[in-house]
T-cell receptor
Framework: DTGVSQDPRHKITKRGQNVTFRCDPI?????LYWYRQTLGQGPEFLTY????????KSRLLSDRFSAERPKGSFSTLEIQRTEQGDSAMYLC??????????FGPGTRLTVL | QKEVEQDPGPLSVPEGAIVSLNCTYS??????FMWYRQYSRKGPELLMY????GNKEDGRFTAQVDKSSKYISLFIRDSQPSDSATYLC?????????FGTGTRLQVFP
């Protein structure tokens, strides 16, 4: 399977714990995006990388969130001191162009 | 007011029906418009992508953009139970996509 992969698919954690998610994009794609989706809503943009450079961050991305894309390959999204409001599906997408983004299956986070 | 508005449904239709899904938007600068399909607990899948105004057809799917009205549509002909999913419209805003809330569609046999 050469699509976007995300790990883990599900994560349950207690409030206050740190969590880290991984995204492996389609190999030749230079753009990588993180979105967050809550129940009954569309995905909301969090941040975007072109190669290894993080070029844009949403105001949704508080100081507790950090994302990296070392060497322009896979990316990680870390949430520190998780809160119940962080419970959501975290989606990763990759692309050559902004308007043809290919999404992974997502990581579903539940904060108890 | 959200930048992109989409009726959340649910929309329930019999197999074989023509389905019309719609979004309105407020930013006249949007030029690129997409439709994604999302099955339950899966990531969105790109269905159709159009630039500016006009129609685009792909099999049973037709996407329409009316920039003068800030209105986009997705038509599904001969709908099948396998089309049951949430349909998300999306628009390019510089380096990111802005999504509607999605319309849940159920096609019953």
């Amino acid at each position: 399977d050469t699509g976007v992969s995300q790990d883990p698919r599900h994560k349950i954690t207690k409030r206050g714990q740190n969590v880290t998610f991984r995204c492996d994009p389609i190999s030749e794609h230079n753009r990588l995006y993180w979105y967050r989706q809550t129940l009954g809503q569309g995905p909301e943009f969090l941040t975007y990388f072109q190669n290894e450079a993080q070029l844009e961050k949403s105001r949704l991305l508080s100081d507790r969130f950090s994302a990296e894309r070392p060497k322009g390959s896979f990316s990680t999204l870390e949430i520190q001191r998780t809160e119940q409001g962080d419970s959501a599906m975290y989606l990763c997408a990759s692309s050559f162009r902004v308007d043809e983004q290919f999404f992974g299956p997502g990581t579903r986070l539940t904060v108890l | 007011q959200k930048e992109v508005e989409q009726d959340p449904g649910p929309l329930s239709v019999p197999e074989g029906a023509i389905v019309s899904l719609n979004c309105t938007y407020s930013n006249s600068a949007f030029q690129y418009f997409m439709w994604y399909r999302q099955y339950s607990r899966k990531g969105p899948e790109l269905l159709m992508y159009t630039y500016s105004s006009g129609n685009k057809e792909d099999g049973r799917f037709t996407a329409q953009v009316d920039k003068s009205s800030k209105y986009i549509s997705l038509f599904i002909r001969d709908s099948q139970p396998s089309d049951s999913a949430t349909y998300l419209c999306a628009m390019r805003d510089t380096d990111k996509l802005i999504f509607g809330t999605g319309t849940r569609l159920q096609v019953f046999p």
